[in-house]
């Protein structure tokens, strides 16, 4: 069974940066379409970004220009560098592994436990 372990989270200054890893284990991540989503407190999980297998990425419009996902596979890692973060970025981060890419929770299988990112002054 395929596990996954979010790293990378912190506290930044508004047009700070962060990078965060999804680590997996007991799978190998090159054959899932992974996933970032964040939750802040009071709202829905959101899609942020995803990455296909084959390494077409998307993004919300929201991260656009500021964040990045890519893949490692031969590290079995996915990062997400966020650039120029803002407050509103405050949220904790879950990275997800499914069959296809989609900014939607339901499309995907696996998750990890999340980890926190704050911006603030």
């Known amino acids: 069974q395929l596990q996954l372990v979010e790293s990378g989270g912190g506290s930044v200054q508004p047009g700070g940066s962060l990078r965060l890893s999804c680590a997996a284990s007991?799978?190998?991540?090159?054959?899932?379409?992974i996933g970032w989503f964040r939750q802040a407190p009071g709202k829905e999980r959101e899609g942020v970004s995803y990455?296909?297998?084959?390494?077409?990425?998307n993004y919300a419009d929201s991260v656009k220009g500021r964040f990045l996902i890519s893949r490692d596979n031969a590290k079995n890692t996915v990062y997400l560098q966020m650039n120029s973060l803002k407050p509103e970025d405050t949220a904790i981060y879950y990275c997800?592994?499914?069959?296809?890419?989609?900014?939607?929770?339901?499309?995907?299988?696996?998750w990890g436990q999340g980890t926190q990112v704050t911006v603030s002054s």
């Open positions: 997800s592994a499914g069959p296809y890419g989609s900014l939607l929770t339901h499309q995907y299988i696996y």
């Open positions: 007991g799978s190998t991540l090159r054959y899932y379409a």
């Open positions: 990455i296909t297998t084959s390494g077409y990425t």
